[in-house]
């Protein structure tokens, strides 16, 4: 064959290997030959290697005259790399197709959420009295500033005194949840317990739903709670919105054990619902009987936070008759100070009924006999009830403490809510009572 121009000529040293007497001799030229093709791989591993780390952008497509034939024997190619014929590693697969062929990355938020709300893998745990809750510490550290501050302890024991166990739950769940909604069972608890561990968010949560939310028989039992955990004193005004509850909540054991500064800010309310203001002192007096020694010195407190202005002159000469009231009525009516609140009040309304509709004429005599006029109660009318009466009725019945006792037992063997069909005194003209007395009347006799 012809040789070309870059080849070894013949009579240059050559390698032979003589199989019979195991000797091999290798010429000098070929060893240096080896040498420089092992540096000169070497060296394409090193441009290899840059090409793979760097990912430079290759040309695209190479030109005619690059890729047209060499001259000369054998068309011996130039050495020409992948990146220079438009082949690079930076983008052996596309975006679409790699997602198309590999799911995606599960979110790390997600994951951790997951563990969290599905409460696995816990590595700590909360004890309260003999309860125990296993927990995620960095939950608890997310909201608590007492938690923040500790170390990362496996147990801590909390207090069941500030933290109760229900109180504790709801908190926690609270924490894991995105729109976390507060019970009103157990509220209290709650914002105990978060003011102990110090959870400012969750404190004015519930602070707003204290303030906004509860109203009537709830009040009344947060009013309850609150005594049990010992914190009526920071939450006593919950009793100024019982309103329509009022009266069942008079008929109750938890309105006998009032303290004395809760019943005045109760029964001087305006918002207490009652049909009359007989009503009210009624209720008082049932307050100062049930431990009548030791509550007779507050007759005057009391006496003095009811609006006798409010009730009718003859019924107020009519309550003072020892003959008529009862004797749970006598022992407060005959204080001194109880009879000048009396009499002050048949005054005010004496005067009304001089003046009648000389609103004006009316108005100049209070001024000047220094007396203010006694705000009107949230009036209320029970249907079913015998001594109730619509705001503009006519009639008008002497309400005597054992016809309101026999009410309240009435109502304690009522459904929960009965309080809830009350309906306010003005709803309606039509009075019940009165048209049932009219057509008791109307009978003819045997």
């Not at 309606?428 to 045997?446: E, H, Y």
Request: aromatic residues 8%; neutral net charge.
């Amino acid at each position: 064959m012809p040789q070309g121009g870059n080849t070894e000529p013949e009579d240059e040293s050559t390698c032979s290997i003589d199989c019979g007497s195991q000797k091999t001799s290798f010429s000098y030229s070929h060893a240096v030959k080896t040498a420089k093709e092992s540096k000169a791989a070497e060296s394409d591993e090193e441009e290899d290697m840059k090409l793979l780390h760097h990912n430079q952008t290759a040309i695209a497509r190479s030109s005619v005259s690059v890729l047209r034939n060499q001259t000369g024997v054998f068309n011996t190619l130039s050495e020409r790399s992948m990146s220079s014929l438009g082949y690079t590693t930076a983008y052996l697969l596309k975006k679409k197709e790699l997602r198309k062929s590999i799911n995606e990355k599960v979110n790390l938020y997600q994951a951790i959420y997951c563990l969290v709300k599905e409460r696995v893998l816990t590595n700590s745990e909360v004890t309260i009295g003999k309860c125990r809750y296993p927990v995620h510490l960095m939950v608890l550290q997310s909201f608590s500033r007492m938690f923040c501050d500790m170390s990362n302890d496996l147990s801590v024991d909390l207090p069941k005194e500030k933290v109760t166990p229900r109180s504790f739950s709801l908190i926690y769940d609270w924490m894991i949840q995105d729109k976390p909604i507060l019970p009103r069972h157990g509220l209290l608890e709650v914002l105990q317990a978060s003011t102990f561990l110090g959870i400012p968010q969750l404190v004015n949560q519930c602070m707003f739903c204290l303030q906004n939310g509860f109203e009537e028989d709830t009040a009344a039992m947060l009013y309850v709670e609150a005594k049990i955990l010992k914190l009526e004193h920071t939450h006593f005004e919950l009793l100024k919105r019982v309103a329509k509850f009022f009266l069942t909540f008079v008929a109750s054991k938890e309105f006998l054990r009032l303290p004395l500064d809760h019943l005045l800010m109760l029964i001087q309310s305006n918002h207490i619902g009652v049909n009359t203001e007989l009503e009210v002192f009624m209720a008082a007096t049932r307050w100062l009987n049930h431990h009548w020694p030791q509550r007779q010195e507050h007759i005057s407190e009391v006496a003095t936070s009811i609006r006798f202005g409010l009730i009718p002159p003859w019924l107020l000469i009519r309550l003072q008759k020892p003959d008529i009231s009862a004797v749970e009525v006598r022992r407060i009516v005959t204080v001194t100070e109880v009879r000048q609140t009396i009499h002050d009040g048949i005054a005010y309304t004496t005067s009304r009924l001089f003046y009648g509709a000389d609103r004006e004429a009316f108005i100049q005599h209070l001024h000047k006999s220094n007396v203010n006029p006694p705000v009107q109660r949230s009036w209320i009318y029970d249907r079913k009830c015998s001594h109730h009466h619509r705001l503009l009725c006519k009639n008008t019945l002497d309400l005597t403490y054992e016809t309101f006792v026999e009410y309240l037992n009435y109502l304690q063997t009522q459904h929960r809510d009965y309080w809830r069909s009350m309906e306010p005194a003005e709803a309606s003209n039509l009075c019940f009572n009165c048209q049932a007395k009219k057509s008791d009347r109307a009978k003819p006799t045997s």
